[in-house]
Nanobody, 124 residues
Framework: QVQLVESGGGLVQAGGSLRLSCAAS????????MGWFRQAPGKEREFVAA????????FYTDSVKGRFTISRDNAKNTVYLQMNSLKPEDTAVYYC?????????????????WGQGTQVTVSS
């Protein structure tokens, strides 16, 4: 069992930055691939970024490439999402999730544990 708790969300102006953190409980954190998803009001949950268990591979949706960076610290059982050059369309609830898969990490169906989410609001 893995419990995930996100933090770091908030209100920021367009062009600003935020760093989201996701702290995981349990000793097996390093065996999971980790992902970030987001859900805007009235829209379906969408993939944002993912990272392999070792941190050696990262994946991003096209709309955040070059602006967002996912990283992890297995010693701290934490995964991060650094978000720069934020846009109003990045406004959403952001969720972290843990997957036992190594591939197709853009698919939410592959994730077995989810956090409760943290709100990110970008004003224009």
């Amino acid at each position: 069992q893995v419990q995930l708790v996100e933090s770091g969300g908030g209100l920021v102006q367009a062009g600003g930055s935020l760093r989201l953190s996701c702290a995981a409980s349990g000793r097996t954190f390093s065996s999971y691939s980790m992902g970030w998803f987001r859900q805007a009001p009235g829209k379906e949950r969408e993939f944002v970024a993912a990272i392999s268990w070792s941190g050696g591979r990262t994946f991003y949706t096209d709309s955040v490439k070059g602006r967002f960076t996912i990283s992890r610290d297995n010693a701290k059982n934490t995964v991060y999402l650094q978000m720069n050059s934020l846009k109003p369309e990045d406004t959403a609830v952001y969720y972290c999730a843990a997957s036992t898969r190594a591939l197709k990490l853009e698919l939410s169906s592959g994730y077995v544990y989810w956090g409760q989410g943290t709100q990110v609001t970008v004003s224009s």
